[in-house]
């Protein structure tokens, strides 16, 4: 029994190590699953701190959208355009960087990828870090001006002189890139006030004078998706009352957005300016007097047009609209007007002062001018 007793010493010495050493191991353990857990946790923060990174990105594309610069690009592959590539967020949470796409008339793709800010500097031990990248699928949002007619208004029409007013769709000299003209709109749409023609003066369309009850002041200063103001404060050219000469203004092979005085050139539209579809604000009354212009028209008071002038696109009067003569020119105005008519006072056509209903001019405007906006359904991809 001794002898047995006297085999069992330093068995305490030994557990004591086994047990150091298990306790160890566990420590050991749970100091590494707990530096995991903390890198993935930080991980976890850097990606979906990028991910808001891009994400606000993207929006940011949206809202400071520049519909007179990015809208007439040319189709993917053929051009895009750089974002960034370091632009930093309005919360100062990263940056980000990418580019935008056209993928048809109406549809373009803005490709963003997103990093927090510790990614972006480089400062991630072993040179890591997170990025995000979203694409979102937006569309032109065009306004709605319920355009139905060649003119629009509230007062009544006198026309004189070889002035015309015609509903049916037309396609201005030289533009190729129209599609074959719709069905025929009214000449003239007003509230049921009279129409005259005197001379040879005459109101075509389908049918030539249409009373709509529905007119009102908001048919002139409220649209589907912006307002008269809205669009006002939008435009890339404002001017106050005044008698204008507008022309496109060209810097060597550029156009010259910079002038007032130029309006883009429907009448060219393969130069540099056809492409060029202003929103232009008279703060007042004007005259305008030669030679062209297009896009949309905002007027506070009245318009008077003389001569040969011809306008692409859209007018919108919140006064009366007087024409003399149209030298040896179609038309005035290729598009749709929409006079208001305030004071309701006649309004005056004469000469050859045609106002010729075009839907390609109203669409060509409408996709210069307009912003865009997501797509109803998804329109965003997470990329990877």
């Given at each position: 029994?001794k002898?047995i007793?006297?085999?069992?010493r330093?068995?305490a010495l030994?557990?004591?190590?086994?047990?150091?050493v298990?306790?160890?191991a566990?420590v050991a353990g749970?100091f590494?699953?707990g530096?995991?857990?903390?890198?993935v946790g930080?991980n976890q923060r850097?990606?979906?701190?990028?991910?808001g990174?891009a994400?606000a990105g993207?929006q940011?594309?949206v809202m400071s959208?520049d519909?007179t610069?990015?809208?007439?690009?040319?189709s993917y592959p053929?051009d895009s355009v750089?974002i960034?590539p370091?632009?930093?967020?309005?919360n100062g949470?990263g940056?980000?960087?990418?580019?935008?796409y056209?993928l048809?008339?109406?549809?373009?793709?803005i490709?963003v990828?997103?990093?927090?800010?510790?990614?972006?500097a480089?400062?991630?031990?072993?040179?890591g870090?997170?990025r995000?990248?979203?694409?979102m699928i937006t569309r032109i949002?065009?306004?709605?001006?319920?355009?139905h007619?060649s003119?629009?208004?509230?007062?009544s029409?006198?026309l004189?002189?070889?002035?015309?007013v015609?509903?049916?769709?037309s396609?201005?000299?030289?533009?190729?890139?129209c599609d074959?003209p719709?069905?025929?709109?009214?000449?003239?749409?007003d509230?049921g006030?009279?129409?005259t023609e005197?001379?040879?003066g005459?109101?075509?369309g389908n049918?030539?004078?249409?009373?709509?009850?529905?007119?009102?002041?908001n048919?002139f200063?409220?649209?589907g998706?912006?307002?008269?103001?809205?669009?006002?404060?939008?435009?890339?050219v404002?001017?106050g009352s005044?008698?204008?000469?507008t022309n496109p203004?060209?810097?060597g092979?550029?156009?010259?957005k910079?002038d007032?005085?130029?309006w883009?050139?429907g009448?060219?539209?393969?130069s540099?300016c056809g492409?060029?579809y202003p929103i232009?604000?008279i703060?007042?009354?004007?005259?305008l007097?030669?030679?062209?212009?297009?896009?949309i028209l905002l007027?506070?008071?009245d318009?008077?047009?003389q001569?040969?002038?011809q306008?692409f696109?859209?007018?919108?009067?919140?006064?009366d609209?007087?024409t003399?003569?149209?030298?040896?020119t179609?038309?005035?105005?290729?598009?749709?007007v929409l006079?208001?008519?305030a004071d309701?006072?006649?309004?005056?056509?004469?000469g050859?002062a045609?106002?010729?209903?075009?839907?390609?001019s109203?669409l060509a405007a409408?996709?210069?001018?307009?912003?865009i906006?997501?797509?109803?359904?998804?329109g965003?991809?997470?990329l990877?």
């Amino acid at each position: 029994m001794k002898r047995i007793l006297r085999d069992e010493r330093g068995m305490a010495l030994a557990v004591a190590i086994f047990a150091l050493v298990v306790v160890g191991a566990l420590v050991a353990g749970a100091f590494f699953a707990g530096t995991q857990e903390q890198r993935v946790g930080e991980n976890q923060r850097r990606v979906m701190t990028s991910f808001g990174v891009a994400e606000a990105g993207v929006q940011e594309r949206v809202m400071s959208w520049d519909p007179t610069t990015m809208n007439k690009r040319n189709s993917y592959p053929q051009d895009s355009v750089v974002i960034g590539p370091n632009q930093p967020t309005p919360n100062g949470t990263g940056s980000y960087g990418g580019y935008s796409y056209k993928l048809g008339p109406n549809l373009f793709l803005i490709d963003v990828t997103g990093r927090d800010n510790a990614s972006a500097a480089g400062v991630i031990a072993g040179g890591g870090g997170a990025r995000q990248r979203l694409g979102m699928i937006t569309r032109i949002a065009p306004i709605d001006f319920g355009i139905h007619a060649s003119l629009t208004t509230q007062g009544s029409t006198n026309l004189a002189g070889n002035a015309a007013v015609n509903g049916a769709d037309s396609i201005p000299s030289g533009w190729t890139s129209c599609d074959p003209p719709g069905p025929a709109q009214p000449g003239i749409r007003d509230q049921g006030g009279n129409v005259t023609e005197s001379g040879n003066g005459s109101v075509t369309g389908n049918p030539a004078v249409v009373n709509d009850p529905s007119i009102n002041n908001n048919t002139f200063t409220t649209f589907g998706g912006a307002t008269y103001d809205q669009l006002a404060a939008r435009a890339n050219v404002t001017l106050g009352s005044g008698v204008y000469k507008t022309n496109p203004a060209f810097n060597g092979a550029l156009c010259d957005k910079t002038d007032l005085l130029n309006w883009g050139d429907g009448m060219n539209p393969l130069s540099a300016c056809g492409s060029y579809y202003p929103i232009i604000h008279i703060a007042g009354s004007a005259t305008l007097n030669g030679d062209q212009g297009q896009g949309i028209l905002l007027v506070d008071g009245d318009l008077e047009v003389q001569g040969s002038y011809q306008f692409f696109g859209i007018v919108i009067i919140q006064g009366d609209l007087k024409t003399a003569g149209g030298g040896s020119t179609d038309a005035h105005f290729w598009g749709g007007v929409l006079a208001k008519n305030a004071d309701l006072s006649i309004q005056s056509l004469s000469g050859k002062a045609t106002l010729n209903y075009s839907s390609c001019s109203i669409l060509a405007a409408l996709q210069a001018t307009s912003p865009i906006s997501m797509m109803r359904s998804r329109g965003w991809v997470q990329l990877y």
